[in-house]
């Protein structure tokens, strides 16, 4: 602990100390909760609160309280600015990125990240497109993973051509688990969450429903969701979900988590042991 923060910031009860800076809470400032250890972004207010946000998109709401926070390993107290300190010129993509303004989508590299079918696919693209085009990073959708294998040596993947493979319903035990055992390369991640199918990996809260619709083993998944939401065909049902999405706000935590990992996998600059 003393070497985190220094023996003069911990002599005493250093929450006390008037010492303790003050520093406006500007959108994007990270901090860490002193007590919690929460780490994240500055994204906006609450009465009497401040909300922040860490690296995979969960929000937390701590008290503005004096000496609550660290900067940089240091404890500062943080206030309200007067004004609102978002710039109007700057936006976020819908994966939460900060934009980058005047880039074009760069030349498509060797490297690609595959998916299950074609609804994968368009959710991808509908939360991470922006980002994927400015990587030059493509998404191909599969048809199913019962040969994932083969596809892959077929891909010959290497170090500047590299592959990454989200998969639905990644759970031990599984049939895609053991389909992915099979699947030996160091320029090869394969990841994925443990829904079903995407469309599950939608919050409900974003289609207006508390929970996904349980469907009795044995039943098409799918189909049985129709049922349930009184919806005739799961075409309409994804063009419903699909028009709910609008940012990485509206997924599961899990998808968001192999979606990051995936494209710092595929854009990571030479072989495994490069750096």
């Given at each position: 602990m003393a070497g985190r923060y220094g023996e003069d910031v911990l002599a005493?009860?250093?929450?006390?100390?008037?010492?303790?800076?003050?520093?406006?809470?500007?959108?994007?400032?990270?901090?860490?909760?002193?007590?919690?250890?929460?780490?994240g972004a500055v994204v906006g207010f609450e009465?009497?609160?401040v909300v922040l946000e860490d690296r995979h998109g969960r929000r937390r709401v701590f008290p503005l309280r004096p000496a609550a926070f660290l900067l940089d390993g240091a404890p500062v107290t943080?206030?309200?600015?007067?004004?609102?300190?978002?710039?109007?010129?700057r936006r976020r993509t819908a994966s939460g990125s900060v934009a980058v303004a005047d880039v074009r989508a760069r030349v498509?590299?060797?490297?690609?990240?595959?998916?299950?079918?074609?609804?994968?696919?368009?959710?991808?693209?509908?939360?991470?497109?922006?980002?994927?085009?400015?990587?030059?990073?493509?998404?191909?959708?599969?048809?199913?993973?019962?040969?994932?294998?083969?596809?892959?040596?077929?891909?010959?993947?290497?170090?500047d051509r590299?592959?990454?493979?989200?998969?639905?319903?990644?759970v031990p035990g599984s049939k895609e688990s053991r389909v992915v055992a099979r699947v030996d390369s160091p320029y090869v991640l394969v990841t994925g969450h443990p829904y079903v199918d995407v469309w599950q990996a939608v919050r409900p809260a974003a289609l207006g429903i508390r929970a996904w619709p349980v469907v009795p083993p044995g039943r098409p998944w799918k189909e049985g969701v129709c049922a349930a939401l009184g919806v005739a065909e799961p075409a309409e049902m994804w063009r419903?979900?699909?028009?709910?999405?609008?940012?990485?706000?509206?997924?599961?935590?899990?998808?968001?988590?192999?979606?990051e990992r995936l494209i710092d996998f595929v854009t990571e600059p030479g072989g495994p042991d490069a750096g």
């Amino acid at each position: 602990m003393a070497g985190r923060y220094g023996e003069d910031v911990l002599a005493g009860d250093w929450r006390r100390r008037k010492v303790t800076p003050e520093v406006d809470a500007e959108v994007d400032l990270v901090v860490e909760d002193a007590d919690s250890g929460f780490c994240g972004a500055v994204v906006g207010f609450e009465s009497g609160a401040v909300v922040l946000e860490d690296r995979h998109g969960r929000r937390r709401v701590f008290p503005l309280r004096p000496a609550a926070f660290l900067l940089d390993g240091a404890p500062v107290t943080l206030r309200r600015p007067v004004r609102a300190p978002v710039p109007a010129a700057r936006r976020r993509t819908a994966s939460g990125s900060v934009a980058v303004a005047d880039v074009r989508a760069r030349v498509a590299k060797a490297s690609r990240i595959w998916v299950e079918g074609v609804h994968d696919a368009a959710l991808v693209e509908r939360i991470w497109g922006d980002d994927l085009r400015i990587e030059g990073v493509v998404v191909e959708p599969l048809d199913g993973i019962d040969a994932l294998d083969a596809e892959v040596r077929g891909f010959a993947p290497g170090p500047d051509r590299r592959l990454g493979v989200l998969v639905d319903h990644l759970v031990p035990g599984s049939k895609e688990s053991r389909v992915v055992a099979r699947v030996d390369s160091p320029y090869v991640l394969v990841t994925g969450h443990p829904y079903v199918d995407v469309w599950q990996a939608v919050r409900p809260a974003a289609l207006g429903i508390r929970a996904w619709p349980v469907v009795p083993p044995g039943r098409p998944w799918k189909e049985g969701v129709c049922a349930a939401l009184g919806v005739a065909e799961p075409a309409e049902m994804w063009r419903r979900i699909l028009s709910r999405v609008d940012s990485f706000a509206d997924v599961e935590t899990p998808l968001i988590t192999a979606m990051e990992r995936l494209i710092d996998f595929v854009t990571e600059p030479g072989g495994p042991d490069a750096g």
